[in-house]
């Protein structure tokens, strides 16, 4: 991971369709797309202007680490194919190198299907409002990031950039994707999620929750899509410092939101500039879940 961080790409010999806060998305053809995963990183929900060194490699060898190891449970958006060989000249392909994926075309399901194991974020809040998190009543009493009773399926209306999710209850997702969709969908996001943190347990790491992305074929077939359990979309604890009563760290962007909470920020665009250690502390983060996530350096 020696690659001069990477802000934005520049691919020209492809059409680009959509840049999004971290991933920038192009046509290959009718049936493929190219993701380039960026440096970028936004914390409350602006996109800093300053790329985290090192940042989208991690999040790309995560994720297919957890696309080859949750193959069995649901089909996923691989399509194998070198992303160099869908690029033109030396340039292009240095940016795609080892943080790009092409994938297969499909129709983004209109929800983020996030599972919680525990008491923590949006879904602390709205327990302490009125005691339940996206309409499922919890026992009196929880703590702030106690482990929950079992891993509910919270889902999640996708805002656009700049804006919000907005908690949803199952209800809703029924009457924007039909019953049996909505049932597959939370079917399939508990077992992923249940997989993935019993293999993250045992390497030291708590997943808190995590959000996953679907996707539908022309068929009608589900599939596995955009990321899957990085520390993007997921919240890691090292287990040796979780604590009920209190947020625990977690291996994310915590040194920058740390930060800008100590700044005069009004929290809109643009972001502040960041300090160097800030972001060597960030990256230092992301590597160190992909070590323990993974095994890899």
Known sequence: MSQAPLFESNITSLQMLGRGKVRDIYAVDADHLLIVTSDRLSAFDVIM???????????TAV???????????????????????????????????????VVKRLKPLPIEAVARGYLI????????????????????????????????FTPATKAEQGEHDENIDFASVEKMIGAPLAAQVRDTTLRLYREAAGHARVRGIIIADTKFEFGLDAAGKLYLIDEVLTPDSSRFWPADQYKVGISPPSFDKQFVRDYLETLDWDKKAPGPKLPPDILAKTAAKYREALTRLTGQA
Not at 49 to 59: A, F, N, T, Y
Not at 66 to 92: C, M, R, S, Y
């Open 49 to 59: 202007p300053d790329p985290i060194p090192g940042k989208g490699e991690v999040l």
């Open 63 to 101: 994720a297919n680490f957890w696309f080859g190891k949750l193959a069995h449970i649901i089909p996923n958006q691989l399509t194998g194919i070198d992303p160099e060989a869908v690029v033109k000249g030396e340039a292009e392909c240095a940016q795609v190198r080892g943080r790009s994926l």
């Open 121 to 152: 974020g949006s879904g602390w809040k709205d327990y302490q409002t009125n005691g339940a998190v996206c309409g499922i009543q919890l026992p009196a009493g929880l703590r702030q990031a106690e482990q929950l009773p079992q891993p509910l």
